[in-house]
T-cell receptor, first 113, second 112 residues
């Protein structure tokens, strides 16, 4: 069972360029999330989606956008990358409704130079 | 605004020592409570969870946590840690709106 699949695993990006991190789940979960993990700051929620067609802002949404066209996919886009967006990005999903365990992808390491 | 606070940034213990990691949250409504663990080089995985009922919940690998509603706390405990418990631990209250935010994490180092 694949669970959550993230791509790419790692990427080096020049500042000012755009980038989309892909996330796909095969568990038919309603809710999906994007977090960034930085040393000393833990995981911070960027955006989330309760169900297909809806999205919400988390703690650190600036500079990021998401879409949820269907249940399975939840891409994260950086329109114009900046060095402060260097981080490890984790996608997660849950059944939703506040009761579900989160299942995480393996992470995408992004370096913005 | 909702928030979650983990009191200890880095804890260093010797094997067989007892562990308690603090977690306090500030949420307006009902929340379900989780502890996740991240072993070196891996993604987060569920350690234990509390939805309702007995406020003392047991998870995997001998971990347990106690929900104290009056203190808005959900502290993680283990009577005797092992070297393999070296990891980062995250507390996470999950409200019904799915806006799930994690604490900053506590790094646990267990010396053999």
């Amino acid at each position: 069972t694949a669970g959550i699949t993230q791509a790419p695993t790692s990427q080096i990006l020049a500042a000012g360029r755009s980038m989309t991190l892909r996330c796909t789940q095969d568990m038919r979960h309603n809710a999906m999330y994007w977090y960034r993990q930085d040393l000393g700051l833990g995981l911070r929620l960027i955006h989330y989606s309760n169900t297909a067609g809806t999205t919400g802002k988390g703690e650190v949404p600036d500079g990021y956008s998401v879409s949820r066209a269907n249940t399975d996919d939840f891409p994260l886009t950086l329109a114009s990358a900046v060095p402060s967006q260097t981080s490890v990005y984790f996608c997660a999903s849950s059944e939703g409704g506040g009761t579900g365990e989160l299942f995480f992808g393996e992470g995408s390491r992004l370096t913005v130079l | 605004a909702q928030s979650v606070s983990q009191h200890n940034h880095h804890v260093i213990l010797s094997e067989a020592a007892s562990l308690e990691l603090g977690c306090n949250y500030s949420y307006g409504g009902t929340v379900n409570l989780f502890w996740y663990v991240q072993y070196p080089g891996q993604h987060l995985q569920l350690l234990l969870k509390y939805f309702s009922g007995d406020p003392l919940v047991k998870g995997i690998k001998g971990f347990e946590a106690e929900f104290i509603k009056s203190k808005f706390s959900f502290n993680l405990r283990k009577p005797s840690v092992q070297w393999s418990d070296t990891a980062e631990y995250f507390c996470a209250p999950l409200p019904n709106n799915n806006d799930m935010r994690f604490g900053a994490g506590t790094r646990l180092t267990v010396k053999p």
